[in-house]
């Protein structure tokens, strides 16, 4: 049969994924000594985390240790703060200028209430772009500090887009929760204080939004422990990493509500966090919104702590099939504790 070379499809030499690797590669590799760099700089500002041992956890399945790492006991009540730091530091070091014009920023919740604590202590102005349906508790923490926070979109990457163009008009700095290497290497400070207290753990379980904390994490554990497992946790309602990873390309899908909001909506077009996820993260679980709600119920019952819900996601994911660690020793990194007082109580209703 006659072959028609207009029919042979050949495949580009490399995919989008493969170009983008290669041009952050450089970035990637200086990110462990960026991590150590960082853990030097902001240790005196921020806390060493407990790494809790779980009974109740570790009985759910055979011969497992579990640990929790309880960011949810950090300054301003989640681990953002330590990105935040790192970043504002060095800006702050930089010079006078941005003690003047001061930073903008985008968020949740977590990283702008981060920023403006680190902001603070530095003297840095701080304004917080969030998306229009942000957390109810999280906007009023901002506010009842006197933030400025602008509300723009429906999706944090609307959000961080305005930030960034507000940042260009107004001539300030432009701090992104996720997309930005030192916030990453200030997160990747759990991962040195985790293989510092527990050098023998074999997966480490964490959540993922934007991906800045499991990058920062994954890229320092794989360097010093290429053995330990990462495996990142979404919940099913947003989980656009994940499928970003799975299609080897930023994707857009919509997102729905989540108990999980510190962990939902889209990834920044031609962020570092991609390549670092699709190199680093080695499985992916998906967490229901009961999962989640369940989860946490049970801090609150057999550990007395109060977990905020993208904590209750990284939770239930072990909750969900504890025999999948069975003989192994698991870190969970419970990531905040910023929950309010109302969605407490519909949970307790729901669960209790
Ligand atoms: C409590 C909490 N956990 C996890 C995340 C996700 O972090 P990242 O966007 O770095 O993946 C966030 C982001 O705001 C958060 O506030």
Redesign the pocket.
Known sequence: MECDPTSIKTEPPFTDYDAQLTAYRETMESLVQRTLEAHGRIQQYIYKTPLTYSIPLSKQSIDCKVFIKL??EQLTG???IR?AFNKLLKLSSAGDVVKHSGIITA?????GMACVEAGGTLGIPVTVYCQRGVDEHKKQALLDRGVRVVLHGNDCVEAENEARAAAMREQKEYVS??NDVD??AG?GTIGKEILESCPDVDCIL???????????IARYVKQVRPSVEIIGCQPQNSKV?FESVKAGRIVLEESLDTL?E??AGGVEENSI?FPLCAEYVDDWILVDEEEIGKAIIFMLQHHHKVV????GM?LGAYMKNPERFSGKKVVVVA??G?IGIDKLKHLLSLYT
């Open positions: 960011e949810s989640s681990f953002k990105g968020s949740s919740g977590n990283h929760p996720y916030v990453i997160q964490v959540p993922v939004g934007g991906g800045g904390l499991i990058s920062g990493m999980s510190g962990t966090t905020e819900g993208a904590a990284t990531c905040g910023n």
